[in-house]
């Protein structure tokens, strides 16, 4: 994958802790994320799935391959987790997705030189 690389990592919590997970995550994976070299933003959502089930979705946009082997290893397809996270998690996935941005904000056109 060449020019700007989108993120995604999925889970489920129960519905009355959603917001308090969003934040934790902000404030472990989201400043994290914040901090590395080459992460052009982040965005964490939340979704109802009814039942009492959400899903939590962390997003991130990098201007490179290698900026996310340098934030996640060299295994970046593997997700990573935080101490608190077993606490909130129902669905912990063993792995994220990522994608080649090819239009839109993000897309490798405008970050290239």
Not at 52 to 78: F, N
Not at 100 to 106: I, L, N, T
Request: net charge negative; aromatic share 10%; proline share 4%.
């Amino acid at each position: 994958m060449t020019g700007v690389i989108l993120r995604r990592w999925r889970g489920t919590v129960h519905a009355e802790v959603a917001d308090e997970y969003a934040r934790y995550v902000d404030q472990t994976g989201g400043d994290e994320l914040s901090a590395s070299k080459g992460n052009l933003g982040h965005q964490i959502t939340l979704r109802d799935l009814g039942g009492g089930v959400s899903e939590i979705c962390a997003l991130s946009w990098w201007t490179d391959m290698e900026a996310v082997k340098a934030y996640a290893g060299e295994q970046p397809e593997r997700a990573r987790y935080y101490p608190e996270d077993d606490r909130f998690l129902i669905e912990k996935p063993e792995f994220v997705e990522h994608h080649a941005v090819v239009c839109g904000d993000f897309a490798a056109s405008k970050w290239s030189p």
